[in-house]
């Protein structure tokens, strides 16, 4: 039974550059979240794909964005990258109904922004 | 953005010993859940609880929903150094439907 898996495993990036992020759900699972966790903090909540649609959304800013595909696998997009942008990026699965807060992580992207 | 308050922040201990760690919002949950994260990983699902009162275990690990709802309580029996981690709690539900709210952790330390 294949978990959540993400890519890249690192990724370093110049400010003010774009990066794309990618996430494949654990299989059988049709909604994504996408977290963000700083050095020494607890996981920041992005925003929740579900039917290729954001269901819900965190305090970012419209520099965040996503993306769900028909496969359930998603994207995480962040535009015009700030230092404080530098953080491990989190994709969690679940299935929708009334089970879906108990989110699956996958083992995150680790994004430098220099 | 809004975070629970975990507690302690960090714990040393010896191999053996029972470990107790708790969470407290100012918000009411539906939902607490608890996650172990090793260095370099995603958080690990530990223990979801659904009830107010509610005490459920997962081997070693006991784990409550405070019947206010506002609170939870971690409790690990007979430490082992695999133990080590950073323990995350999560609140879910009432008005943040889909979203998990996560407390600071706390680090927990098993010395053989």
């Known amino acids: 039974d294949a978990g959540v898996t993400q890519s890249p495993t690192h990724l370093i990036k110049t400010r003010g550059q774009q990066v794309t992020l990618r996430c494949s759900p654990k299989?059988?699972?049709?909604?994504v979240s996408w977290y963000q966790q700083a050095l020494g903090q607890g996981p920041q909540f992005i925003f929740q794909?579900?039917?290729?649609?954001?269901?819900q959304r965190g305090n970012f800013p419209d520099r965040f964005s996503g993306h769900q595909f028909p496969n359930y696998s998603s994207e995480l997009n962040v535009n015009a990258l700030l230092l404080g942008d530098s953080a491990l990026y989190l994709c969690?699965?679940?299935?929708?109904?009334?089970?879906?807060?108990?989110?699956?992580f996958g083992p995150g992207t680790r994004l430098t922004v220099t | 953005g809004q975070q629970l308050n975990q507690s302690p922040q960090s714990m040393f201990i010896q191999e053996g010993e029972d470990v107790s760690m708790n969470c407290t919002s100012s918000s009411i949950f539906n939902t607490w859940l608890w996650y172990k994260q090793d260095p370099g990983e995603g958080p690990v699902l530990l223990i979801a609880?659904?009830?107010?009162?509610e005490l459920t275990s997962n081997g070693r690990l006991t784990a409550q929903f405070g019947i206010t709802r506002k609170d939870s309580f971690l409790n690990i029996s007979a430490s082992i150094p695999s133990d080590v981690g950073i323990y995350f709690c999560a609140g879910a539900g009432g008005t943040s439907y889909g979203k998990l709210t996560f407390g600071q952790g706390t680090i927990l330390t098993v010395h053989p």
């Open positions: 299989s059988g699972h049709d909604t």
């Open positions: 794909y579900y039917e290729e649609e954001e269901r």
């Open positions: 609880l659904y009830k107010a009162g």
């Open positions: 969690a699965s679940s299935l929708s109904g009334s089970d879906s807060y108990e989110q699956y």
